[in-house]
């Protein structure tokens, strides 16, 4: 078997991610994996983590999903989740346990946007759904817009008033279960008056 088809069966078991040492214990040199980057049959997502990319990319959210499971979908990323925003976001917003080791986040592809949260807040509004087909966790609606109006400082004022606008119309929105994480976050009186308006 050649370095190539020894290269892409690594890959192939490994559902189109492996490490360099996973090559390196198959006795392919870094400069063939520099090379094959080179080629285009394989693309760097992070320090010796590689992607087969020759026959397409994986999805931006099964690449997330497989190297940082723990992660959180959260803020522009949920928003568009839940079609409170109809502009597709530049960047996966996820939110993990500040504790994290800072390099394990770094990606080079996709795009994201870490937000680091306190770990007694990180869990809070935590539920499951299906993101492009793969299953991931996402903050429910309620933290969705919790999280905008406590960070509304760092968004612009039309992405807060749409999504505000957006879950206020939302049959499944929870109103009780959005002032009860307003109480927790201490944001009690700007949820009322910011969705309440509205109401």
């Known amino acids: ?6 290269v892409k069966q690594v890959f192939k078991s490994r559902g189109n991610i492996a490490t360099t040492s996973e090559m ?3 006795g392919i040199h870094t400069s063939y994996i520099a090379a094959l980057v080179k080629a285009g049959s394989i693309a760097r997502i992070k320090r010796g ?4 990319v020759e026959d397409g990319r994986m999805d931006d959210i099964e690449i ?5 499971p723990d992660a959180i979908l959260c803020m522009e990323s949920a928003l568009y989740h839940y079609q409170y925003i109809d502009r597709t976001p530049d960047r996966w917003h996820i939110a993990v346990d500040k504790r994290i080791n800072r390099r394990k986040v770094k990606l080079e592809y996709p795009p994201i946007k870490v937000h ?3 770990p007694h807040c990180l869990r809070i509004g935590v539920t499951w759904s299906e993101v492009n087909g793969v299953r991931v966790c996402v903050y429910d609606r309620e933290r969705t817009i919790c999280d905008v109006i406590r960070h509304a400082a760092k968004l612009d004022v039309e992405t807060v008033n749409k999504a505000i606008q957006a879950y206020v119309r939302d049959g499944r929105k929870n109103i009780t279960r959005l002032m009860e994480y307003a109480t927790r976050f201490r944001i009690q009186r700007k949820v009322r008056d910011l969705v309440g308006v509205w109401l």
């Open 1 to 6: 078997m050649g370095k190539y088809e020894m």
């Open 116 to 118: 680091f949260i306190e």
């Open 24 to 26: 390196l214990s198959r």
């Open 64 to 68: 997330i999903s497989r190297l940082l």
């Open 49 to 52: 983590v590689y992607e087969w």
